[in-house]
């Protein structure tokens, strides 16, 4: 029986080109690809500013911090206004404090508040942390259990003291010592109402708040009433810690950096475009023959620049999903052997360096196919098939 013939080869396919071509373009492929790899290396880890600060807060998802915003003590009238919130299920008294914590760049805040013994049990069921390692404090002493991941990032071990009487840059106040270890969700650290309420001691002159808690399903509605409250003269009566507003100084704080990544991208972009359509061209001097031939034997010169611009599309696109996932690999391992020991948190998957990096293979692809459209349409078949017989 005889053998079946290969299927015929299609000269114009952009397909045949690329699979009998590697060497001629894997600079082009290797270039783009780099660069893609670099733009998620570089963009990926911006996200741990925000993402961090989101796990820092998430314990504000649970629970409310109202303090009085033009008195100094919650009297008589603020406390009416409270037991008028229908959406309340309980509140406590407290004090907040805040923990320095590393980020890439800078520093970021954690929560840590100073609660009565007898509601710590409550106060960790509803946030769902419980006590990995150590012991819980005393009451009315200088203990403080930390979430791990605050430990981790600040480098503290069991036993450690804190706070400006310690360390005059700290920018917790008092004097805390390190006693347990909280695992969960919420970041949130736990010391003693009572130490931090001593008459005479540094922490008495913190200001009171209260910690609302709000019924089942009822959060949204509490957190509105607690904003839109106002004294009989009309000044409004408490200064609101919940998750809107703290996600409100993020995104302020954060607000520019969207630009500067834009920025970033569209010169590397824009540069990548350039060196790409000069080393098609350069390629393509050496396929002038090539073109000519198909030229002068009647093929149309706009399915030239169509295959031309599909092996420039191609080769672009296939080293974008290359680029992506090296850039994906490397920031995983940044991720899990650098970011986590210090307690930072990122997204590994973020589709800002998706869409950014796309601009590498937008740019080269356009720029490339109208330079070697330009080369092709002055081409003149006869003076390439004259210099193909000197």
Same mark, same amino acid.
């Given at each position: 029986?005889?053998?079946?013939?290969?299927?015929? $080869?299609?000269?114009?396919?952009?397909?045949?080109?690329?699979?009998?071509?590697?060497?001629?373009?894997?600079?082009?492929?290797?270039?783009?690809?780099? +660069?893609?790899?670099? #733009?998620?290396? !570089? !963009?990926?880890?911006?996200?741990?500013?925000?993402?961090?600060?989101?796990?820092?807060? %998430?314990?504000?998802?649970?629970?409310?911090?109202?303090?009085?915003?033009?008195?100094? @003590?919650?009297?008589?009238? #603020?406390?009416?206004?409270?037991? @008028?919130?229908?959406?309340?299920?309980?509140?406590?008294?407290?004090?907040?404090?805040?923990?320095?914590?590393?980020?890439? +760049?800078?520093?970021?805040?954690?929560?840590?508040?100073?609660?009565?013994?007898?509601?710590?049990?409550?106060?960790?069921?509803?946030?769902?942390?419980?006590?990995?390692?150590?012991?819980?404090?005393?009451?009315?002493?200088?203990?403080?259990?930390?979430?791990?991941?605050?430990?981790?990032?600040?480098?503290?071990?069991?036993? @450690?003291?804190?706070?400006?009487?310690?360390?005059?840059?700290?920018?917790?106040?008092?004097?805390?010592?390190?006693?347990?270890?909280?695992?969960?969700?919420?970041?949130?650290?736990?010391?003693?109402?009572?130490?931090?309420?001593?008459?005479?001691?540094? #922490?008495?002159?913190?200001?009171?708040?209260?910690?609302?808690?709000?019924?089942?399903?009822?959060?949204?509605?509490?957190?509105?009433?607690?904003?839109?409250?106002?004294?009989?003269?009309?000044?409004?009566?408490?200064?609101?810690? @919940?998750?809107?507003?703290?996600?409100?100084?993020?995104?302020?704080?954060?607000?520019?950096?969207?630009?500067?990544?834009?920025?970033?991208?569209?010169?590397?972009?824009?540069?990548?475009?350039?060196?790409?359509?000069?080393?098609?061209?350069?390629?393509?001097?050496?396929?002038?023959?090539?073109?000519?031939?198909?030229?002068?034997?009647?093929?149309?010169?706009?399915?030239?620049?169509?295959?031309?611009?599909?092996?420039?599309?191609?080769?672009?696109?296939?080293?974008?999903?290359?680029?992506?996932? /090296?850039?994906?690999?490397?920031?995983?391992?940044? %991720?899990?052997?650098?970011?986590?020991?210090?307690?930072? /948190?990122?997204?590994?998957?973020?589709?800002?360096?998706?869409?950014?990096?796309?601009?590498?293979?937008?740019?080269?692809?356009?720029?490339?196919?109208?330079?070697?459209?330009?080369?092709?349409?002055?081409?003149?078949?006869?003076? $390439? !098939?004259?210099?193909?017989?000197?």
């Amino acid at each position: 029986m005889a053998a079946k013939p290969p299927p015929p $080869v299609r000269a114009l396919s952009p397909w045949t080109y690329l699979l009998r071509n590697p060497r001629r373009i894997a600079p082009v492929f290797a270039i783009q690809a780099l +660069v893609t790899t670099l #733009l998620v290396l !570089i !963009i990926t880890p911006t996200n741990a500013f925000e993402a961090t600060a989101r796990a820092n807060i %998430r314990p504000l998802e649970v629970f409310t911090i109202v303090s009085p915003r033009v008195r100094r @003590d919650f009297d008589e009238e #603020l406390v009416g206004i409270l037991d @008028d919130n229908v959406a309340q299920e309980q509140r406590v008294k407290a004090k907040m404090f805040w923990l320095r914590t590393p980020m890439i +760049v800078g520093e970021g805040y954690a929560p840590m508040i100073a609660l009565p013994r007898e509601v710590w049990p409550q106060f960790l069921d509803k946030l769902s942390s419980t006590l990995i390692e150590g012991r819980m404090p005393e009451s009315g002493q200088d203990g403080a259990v930390l979430h791990e991941a605050v430990v981790r990032a600040r480098g503290m071990k069991l036993g @450690d003291k804190f706070g400006q009487l310690v360390n005059p840059q700290d920018a917790t106040p008092g004097r805390f010592t390190l006693v347990g270890v909280l695992g969960g969700y919420a970041r949130i650290g736990l010391a003693s109402y009572a130490y931090a309420s001593e008459p005479y001691f540094v #922490l008495a002159r913190r200001p009171e708040f209260r910690v609302i808690y709000a019924r089942e399903g009822r959060k949204a509605a509490s957190d509105t009433y607690l904003r839109d409250a106002k004294h009989e003269d009309g000044e409004p009566a408490f200064r609101v810690v @919940d998750a809107t507003f703290v996600e409100k100084r993020i995104a302020k704080t954060l607000a520019n950096v969207p630009v500067i990544i834009g920025f970033i991208t569209f010169s590397v972009g824009v540069v990548v475009a350039l060196v790409i359509s000069l080393l098609n061209v350069i390629s393509f001097q050496v396929r002038v023959d090539e073109f000519g031939v198909y030229l002068a034997v009647g093929h149309q010169r706009w399915p030239l620049v169509r295959k031309l611009a599909i092996e420039t599309a191609a080769v672009a696109v296939s080293a974008w999903v290359v680029g992506l996932a /090296v850039g994906l690999a490397g920031v995983w391992l940044y %991720r899990d052997l650098w970011l986590e020991p210090r307690g930072i /948190v990122m997204t590994v998957v973020d589709p800002r360096p998706l869409l950014f990096s796309l601009s590498v293979p937008v740019f080269s692809t356009l720029t490339g196919a109208i330079a070697l459209g330009r080369r092709l349409h002055r081409m003149d078949p006869v003076t $390439v !098939i004259q210099r193909r017989g000197v």
